[in-house]
């Protein structure tokens, strides 16, 4: 499968800092980039998506930053908050099939 | 948004026996779904897509023998697992996309398999 690449695998954050997580993608094909957010035993739920003609979208205490030339694209948490604590996914997915290729997965612990 | 359903949340089986997951979109047609398969603290790995009424395409590696995909209905899509051994033992989880709401795909809760 077409890897997108996500760092850090792990993150600790104080609670009302910023969480950031990073990830690249190679295929130039991919045009829809979803942020996932997932508890133990739980599906994944959308958070926040981009599309690669804007190269920023905020949602909230959610915003994702893409960098077209540069193929990667982050996810910025503010204000972040013990209930944010959960296992983030970026993903990537083409016009084509749809199908969604999932980064590797950034579990966030926050801070009380 | 739209709600996606599995169904069971939790299996047990017994190793040689079949198990088979269900999934339905509640509040819309689902025309292509896809199948994930999760191991502890990994990522998701896409395993097929399925198509309403047509076969299921399935990624490189999974054998299509073992995890049997129908998507008889625009609002089921249906994943036995046959033979099942401990090594099959996993988290499944499905999604489908809803054409009248652009791209975005609707997970399902997903369903743990334990084979023993």
């Known amino acids: 499968q077409q890897q997108v690449k996500q760092s850090p695998q792990s993150l600790i954050v104080q609670k009302g800092g910023i969480s950031i997580i990073n990830c690249a993608y190679e295929n130039t094909a991919f045009d829809y980039f979803p942020w996932y957010q997932q508890f133990p035993g739980k599906g994944p739920a959308l958070l926040i998506a981009?599309?690669?003609?804007?190269s920023e979208k905020k949602e909230g205490r959610f915003t994702i930053s893409f960098n077209k030339s540069a193929k990667q694209f982050s996810l910025h948490i503010m204000d972040s908050q013990p209930g944010d604590s959960a296992t983030y996914f970026c993903a990537a997915s083409t016009g084509g099939g749809f199908k969604t290729i999932f980064g590797a997965g950034t579990r966030l612990f926050v801070k009380a | 948004g739209a709600v996606v359903s599995q169904h069971p949340s939790w299996v047990i089986c017994k190793s040689g026996t079949s198990v088979k997951i269900e999934c339905r979109s509640l509040?819309?047609?689902?025309?292509?779904m896809f199948w994930y398969r999760q191991f502890p603290k990994k990522s998701l790995m896409l395993m097929a897509t399925s198509n309403e009424g047509s076969k299921a395409t399935y990624e490189q590696g999974v054998e299509k023998d073992k995890f049997l995909i129908n998507h008889a209905s625009l609002t089921l899509s249906t994943l036995t697992v046959t033979s099942a051994h401990p090594e099959d033992s996993s988290f499944y989880i499905c999604?489908?996309?809803?054409?009248?709401?652009?791209?975005?795909?609707?997970f399902g809760q997903g369903t743990r398999l334990t084979v023993v």
């Open positions: 999604s489908a996309r809803d054409l009248g709401r652009g791209r975005e795909a609707f």
């Open positions: 509040d819309f047609q689902a025309t292509t």
């Open positions: 981009i599309r690669p003609d804007v």
